[in-house]
C-alpha cells in the first residue's frame, strides 16, 4: 500500500481478489476490482453511491445492480432541458412483479403517444397527441375523421362516451365560443343543472 500525509489517505490493494482501494481519514472512497467494476462510496464509506459495471458498460447511482445505461436509484431533480435523443424517444414508467407499467414516447413522425401495459416495454397506447395537434382517447387517428370534428376523437369501436360530473347543486356546460370575452365565449351553449334537473340549449344573442 502506499500512504501520505499522517498515514489516513491510502492507496491500497489486495493480493487475493487484485482490487485497488482509495482511502482519505481511513474510510474507503474509491474501489476498482480485478473485472473493471469501479464503486464510488457514500460520505461514511459504508454503501456504493456509485457504481460503474464494466462487464455491461452500465452506470448506477444509487444502486449496485443497473439494468440500463444509467439506472438512478432515488428522488432525482432536473433543473434546465431534460433531451431525449432517438429515432423514437420514449420514457418507460416501470411497476415491477406484474404491476402496470405506463409509457410516453415521440413516434418519430411528432406524434406524442401515452400507453399503458403489465411489464411491458411496449404498452397498449390509450391516448395520443397527433403533430398537428388534435387528440385521439383510445383512437390512434383522430385526423381521419370529419376535419371540422377531429381535434377531439374518443374511442373508435364498440360502445364510447363523455361525461362531465359536477356537484348536485352545480352545473356542467358546453360552450360554443367565437372570442374570449363577453357573450362570445358562449356564443351557444348546452347547459345542464343538477340543482333542478334541466337542461338548457341557447345562444346569446347580445
Request: charged share 15%.
Amino acid at each position: 500500500s502506499l500512504s501520505w500525509g499522517d498515514g489516513s489517505a491510502q492507496i491500497r490493494g489486495s493480493g487475493s481478489s487484485e482490487a485497488v482501494e482509495l482511502l482519505t481519514s481511513s474510510v474507503v472512497r474509491l474501489n476498482a476490482d480485478a473485472d473493471g467494476d469501479i464503486s464510488f462510496y457514500n460520505s461514511a464509506g459504508t454503501s456504493q453511491a456509485f457504481f460503474w459495471d464494466a462487464s455491461s458498460s452500465r452506470l448506477g447511482l444509487g444502486t449496485t445492480n443497473p439494468y440500463r445505461t444509467l439506472t438512478v436509484a432515488g428522488d432525482q431533480v432536473v433543473e434546465g432541458l431534460f433531451e431525449i435523443t432517438a429515432a423514437t424517444p420514449q420514457i418507460l414508467f416501470s411497476v415491477p412483479s406484474g404491476g402496470l407499467d405506463s409509457r410516453i414516447h415521440n413516434d418519430g413522425s411528432g406524434n406524442f403517444i401515452f400507453g399503458t401495459g403489465t411489464n411491458s416495454t411496449t404498452p397498449t397506447e390509450r391516448m395520443r397527441i397527433t403533430s398537428s395537434g388534435n387528440v385521439g382517447i383510445n383512437n390512434t387517428s383522430p385526423s381521419s375523421y370529419h376535419s371540422p370534428a377531429d381535434n377531439l376523437v374518443i374511442g373508435s369501436s364498440g360502445d364510447n362516451g363523455l361525461t362531465i360530473a359536477s356537484g348536485t347543486s352545480s352545473g356542467g356546460t358546453i360552450c360554443f365560443a367565437d372570442g374570449t370575452s363577453g357573450g362570445a365565449q358562449y356564443a351557444g351553449f348546452i347547459d345542464y343543472q343538477h340543482n333542478g334537473d334541466y337542461m338548457r340549449f341557447g345562444t346569446n344573442l347580445g
